[in-house]
C-alpha cells in the first residue's frame, strides 16, 4: 500500500509536529524522503518527495522562502517539513503561499532534530509494500544520493581536497583526474514527464557508457544529466562524442545535446569545469542545427560571442542591423532571417543558398532584393555580409 501524506503527517505529529496548511493534498502519495541543507536545490526538486529542512539554507530573505515554497508545488513535491527558527520572520508570508498551493507544510518542534523525523520517514517508506522496489534496491540508491550530494557540493564549493576526501572519492568509486564533465541535454520532452522516465532516460545513458568501458558517474538533474568522465586519450575526439550522442538519441527516442569541458586535472576546481560544460551546452543550443554537441575546447570565437552578446553595446549593434528583417518577417510570416542566416553560412554564394534553402534563384533574389532595401546593405559586398553574420549570431545569444 502506497504511503501518503496523511500518513507522514500522522507519523510526525506523535514526534509533536503540526499541520500547518496543505489538508486538502494528504492523500498525495509519497515515494521518496530527502533532507535540504545546501541552497539553490530547486533543480533537484523531484515530484513525490517530502522534503525535510531546518530551514537555514534558506534563511536571511522572504524572496528565498517564497520562491522555495513555488519551486516545490511547480515540481509537484509531497510535503516539505521544516522548522520555524531561521524563517520566523516570514512566517505568515510562507504559509500564506502556501495555502495558496494548497502545499502541505508540516512545522517540527525546534527540540525534534530532523534526521529522527527523516529515519522515521523512511523506514515507512521501506517497510511499505509500495516502496519493497526501494528496499531491494536500497544499496544502489544510497550511492545515487551520495553521489548527487558530493556534485552539489562541488558545485557550491564546500569541499576541501585532502587525503581523507580523496578516499571518499575512491569508495564512490568516481573517476580519478584527469576527467571531463559531459552535460547530456534531452530536447522537448513533455511536461508531464514522470520521475520514472527521467531515471529510464538516466539508465539508457548509462548503458551506453558501460558498453563504451567509460569509466563514468552518471547523475540527473530532469532533462539534463550531469557526466563525470575519466580522460581516454585513445578514444576520445569530436567525432567519437558524436558517435555517442547519436546512439542515446536512438534508443532513447529524443534529440539530444551535449556540452563538454575541457580536462581537468583536479576536482579542486570542480565548479570551473562545470561552467566550461554550462558553456559549451549553450552553443550547442545556439547551433543545434549543424553541431549538436560541443567540445568547450573547440568552441572558438563562439565563446567570445557569447560573451559580447550581453553588453549593450552589441545590443545596440544588433538592433540597428537586423531589428527590420525581424519585424518584417513577423508582421508578414516570411523569411527573410532565415534567407540571410543561409546567405552568409554560405559566404555569399547564391547559387549555393538557393540549393540549400530549395529555393529557384529567381525567389533567392527577390528576398536578397528585400533584405537589402531594408537593411540599406549590399550582400554583394563582402563586408557588408561579415557585419550581418556577426548581427545574426550575436542575436542568438541574446534570444536564448
Known sequence: MAITVRDIVELAQKKGCVLATGESKLSKEVYYV??????????????????I???????????????????????????????????????EEFLKLAEEYEFPI?????????????????????????HEEVKLKSEELNKRKADRKL??????????????????????NWPKPPYYIMLIEFEKLPGSYTDKQFRNLEQCIRKVFVEEQFDSIVLSNRK????????????????????IKEVIAERSGHNVLMGISDENETYI???????????????AHIRKKECPVVWNEKIGYWKLLKDMSQ???????????????????????????????ALVNHLGARNITATSLYLHRNTLMYRIKKIE???????????SILELSLALRLNKFMNH
Not at 269 to 283: G, R, S
Not at 320 to 340: F, G, H, M, R, V
Not at 373 to 383: A, H, V
Open 34 to 51: 530527502d533532507t535540504m541543507e545546501i541552497p539553490d536545490m530547486e533543480a533537484w526538486m523531484k515530484p513525490n518527495v517530502l522534503y
Open 53 to 91: 529542512t531546518t530551514g537555514y539554507a534558506y534563511s536571511g530573505t522572504k524572496e528565498k522562502i517564497l520562491s522555495l515554497i513555488k519551486s516545490l508545488h511547480d515540481v509537484n513535491a509531497a510535503a516539505i517539513a521544516i522548522k520555524s527558527r531561521f524563517i520566523g520572520a516570514y512566517m
Open 106 to 130: 508540516i512545522i517540527m518542534p525546534e527540540e525534534l532534530p530532523f534526521t529522527e523525523l527523516n529515519y522515521a520517514v523512511m523506514e515507512a517508506l521501506v517497510t511499505s509494500q509500495h
Open 151 to 172: 556534485f552539489s557540493d562541488l558545485l557550491a564549493g564546500n569541499v576541501v581536497i585532502n587525503e581523507e576526501l580523496n578516499q571518499y572519492f575512491h569508495e564512490q
Open 224 to 243: 539534463i544529466f550531469p557526466c563525470i568522465i575519466k580522460k581516454d586519450e585513445k578514444k576520445y575526439n569530436q567525432q567519437y562524442f558524436e558517435r
Open 269 to 283: 576546481t570542480f565548479q570551473m569545469t562545470y561552467k566550461e560544460a554550462i558553456n559549451a551546452l549553450e552553443i
Open 311 to 341: 553588453q549593450q553595446q552589441c545590443k545596440e549593434f544588433v538592433s540597428k542591423k537586423i531589428d527590420a528583417l525581424i519585424q518584417y518577417d513577423k508582421e508578414n510570416k516570411s523569411d527573410l532571417i532565415e534567407t540571410l542566416e
Open 373 to 383: 532595401n531594408l537593411t540599406g546593405y549590399d550582400l554583394s559586398d563582402p563586408e
